[in-house]
């Protein structure tokens, strides 16, 4: 206002008035009194001109900035979290809802990504300009200022409040969202139980139980949210009010500044306020953004029960695997699941591990494919604790198959390499062989690379469980743990996966564990477990011969001897 009013001056004068006293002699004053006000006000055309294409121009770069950082940091936050489940004990995801750790990982990843990082623009940008509007309203008038300053305080005071609720509104509308994310994860991996026992009416009826609460919570979280943007600008206009009233009436009495100066005063502190109220709200993103934060921290830092050596030395089997005086209890039991447990298995020897459920037999599995670490005693390949061996190298040189065989919705050949970035198509065909399923691959429409669906959802049980000791063998294991591999199937079935079992355990070193003993006869040697340990060990004949635990257990599933 003031360089226009010299610009377009119509008493031809080159006195400034009072209005214009702190821009007397300016450089623009005197450019107009040497070239002409025409000839300025082009220069002043282009001058706008130019700055609005630099503003635009570096507005562009920054939001492209800031996106690129903004996306990445939520890249890299992403890598994180994937790595920290990897890294996360088996435990850890019996206790956690699947649905929730989804949640986590979509949604309130995105929260951070464009609460926290994304008012990062305005973090840096408002502070800038309320700065410098404070020091030219400091320059016009220092006591107007410093008495408009005092009422800064209360507005500070209200959007920190409710900032602090929004906060906790958010941390329990991320878990509720969790709890209904997990209520659906579950739901579609049990349909055919929901549908079976017509049961979508009770399901239904959990689900809408979530999400009238989650609603809730959301539509309080909004309330608190969208009130800080009414709040801020009900403080800022209130104290320009105020200062238009203290400030008119001294202008009115002649005892403050000239009228134009002060309207001009006015019009800068309103220059304030929108830089104030996209602070508080960037406050406020922060503050959700936080919840969600929190959360993702959770799990970043939860407890690796499995340490990696710093050292690791390398992997040799030439002799035995062992446990010795093991000891272990799953967190939150009050029962160890083994306790002063000892077993030597020789190099070659198939060793089958028998008892009721909830004796052992699958923590014996779980400590030698090293998911837990025993609280004391030690797991021994020749003589090294696996606690001094590479992670990676204990499971890379250890088959794994489980009673329910877990497959990916992807191709026969991607499932049996586990998506080996080195793919051995003639390897994948020689361990389907060993595995008695070629016969099967060969009949799907596109042998090995038929999708197979949802875990596995297209082929049989047996199919199945026949795929899954072939990813077992893929990468030639010396070691072999079975567990359970044959419980689940049909007679067929289990002639099928039993006789791939056989072929495979030739030459290599295997651990069974089975709850149908006809499966185990064969065994070189016979472990009987309770309660974590080991109470009879033999071959199936010489444990008959006993007439103890084993031969019972022989005669309730009437196997003959």
Known sequence: MPFLSILFRTDGTEETNGTNAAFANCPLDNYVATNGAEQALLIMCAAIAVLALVKNVVTYLSFYSLATIRTGVARDLRGQLFDRILALPVGYFTEQRKGDLISRMTNDLMEVEFSVIGTLEVLFKAPIMILLSLITLFAISWELTLFALVFMPISGFLISRIATALRGAAGRGKERLGSLISRLEETLGAMVVVKAFDAAPRFRARFEEHNEGYFRLMRKLYKREYLSSPVSEFV???????????????????????????????????QIIPPARSLSDALFKVQKGAASLDRIDEVLKAELQVEESTSPQGFVFDKSVSLSEVHFAYPGSNAPALQDFNLTIAKG???????????????????????????????EVDGVDLKDLATTDVRRHMGFVTQDPLLFNDTVAANISLFDPALDMERIREVADIANASDFIADLPEALHTTIGDGGGRLSGGQRQRLAIARALYHDPPILVLDEATSALDAEGERLVQGAIEHVMKGRTAVVIAHRLSTVRRADRIIVMSE??????????????????????????????
């Open 236 to 270: 800022s206009m209130s104290v320009i009010a105020i200062l238009l009233a203290v400030g008119g009436r001294l202008v009115l009495r002649g005892q403050g500044l000239e009228g134009e100066l002060f309207i001009g005063y006015l019009v800068v502190f309103s």
């Open 349 to 379: 020897e198939t060793v089958a591990l028998v008892g009721a459920s909830g004796s052992g037999k699958t923590t014996v599995a779980r400590l030698l494919l090293r998911l837990y670490d025993p609280q004391s005693g030690r797991v």
């Open 532 to 561: 974590g340990r080991m109470v009879e060990s033999g071959t199936h004949e010489s444990l008959m011969a006993q007439e103890g635990v084993y031969r019972g257990m022989v005669g309730l599933q009437h196997i003959e001897g």
